[in-house]
T-cell receptor
Framework: RKEVEQDPGPFNVPEGATVAFNCTYS??????FFWYRQDCRKEPKLLMS???SGNEDGRFTAQLNRASQYISLLIRDSKLSDSATYLC?????????FGKGTRLHILP | EPEVTQTPSHQVTQMGQEVILRCVPI?????FYWYRQILGQKVEFLVS????????KSEIFDDQFSVERPDGSNFTLKIRSTKLEDSAMYFC????????????????FGPGTRLTVT
């Protein structure tokens, strides 16, 4: 099983729709989880940390399921500006591991 | 808003030459990182640095790589003898602990240095 696995997409979603991504991780000792977004040829930008109890930031909701070893990201009321690659990041023992990312295209 | 800066934005070098990539982390951050991203591939962790020493490094970070914090603001990555396969975007990041109960660090990335080895 790959350390951090994401569906590469692309997800083509109409503006205003809700979209969800999952990310699975292999190291059950992982303690810290994050979602980043990366625009083409730009640096990753922190979107949100993922807390055990789940957390929400505006239109974005992140969930952690330790039993099944996955984290999820839900985007509600998607905007054209949400088009990007979404990177799942897992941090077991300070050796940070990025997923390959899921590409999202929001269609007008 | 404070940000991480990196110089140069693009570096072209010949195989076998040494390069130094420079980063200025966010001023009150204590944790520093280097990553690379080969075009079309995922972001790969190279090294983390805390309290003036390496805290973790990946298999990629072999003897040709070194990091330094020469003064209170700069954080550098040196590649001693560049190879063609070192061509990539190199990102510096600095981090701050999320809170007292968390083991994780929210990281903020610089815009990257594109290294081209010819």
């Amino acid at each position: 099983r790959k350390e951090v696995e994401q569906d590469p997409g692309p997800f083509n979603v109409p503006e205003g729709a809700t979209v969800a991504f999952n990310c699975t991780y292999s190291n059950s000792a992982s303690q810290s989880f994050f979602w980043y977004r990366q625009d083409c040829r730009k640096e990753p930008k922190l979107l949100m940390s993922v807390y055990s109890s789940g957390n929400e930031d505006g239109r974005f909701t992140a969930q952690l399921n330790r039993a099944s070893q996955y984290i999820s990201l839900l985007i509600r009321d998607s905007k054209l500006s949400d088009s990007a690659t979404y990177l799942c990041v897992v941090d077991p023992d300070d050796k940070i591991i990025f997923g390959k990312g899921t590409r999202l295209h929001i269609l007008p | 808003e404070p940000e991480v800066t990196q110089t140069p934005s693009h570096q072209v070098t010949q195989m076998g030459q040494e390069v130094i990539l420079r980063c200025v982390p966010i001023s009150n951050h204590l944790y520093f990182y280097w990553y690379r991203q080969i075009l079309g591939q995922k972001v790969e962790f190279l090294v983390s640095f805390y309290n003036n020493e390496i805290s973790e490094k990946s298999e990629i970070f072999d003897d040709q790589f070194s990091v330094e914090r020469p003064d209170g603001s700069n954080f550098t990555l040196k590649i001693r003898s560049t190879k063609l396969e070192d061509s990539a975007m190199y990102f510096c990041a600095s981090g701050d602990q999320i809170d007292w109960t968390s083991l994780g660090y929210e990281q903020y990335f610089g815009p990257g240095t594109r290294l081209t080895v010819t």
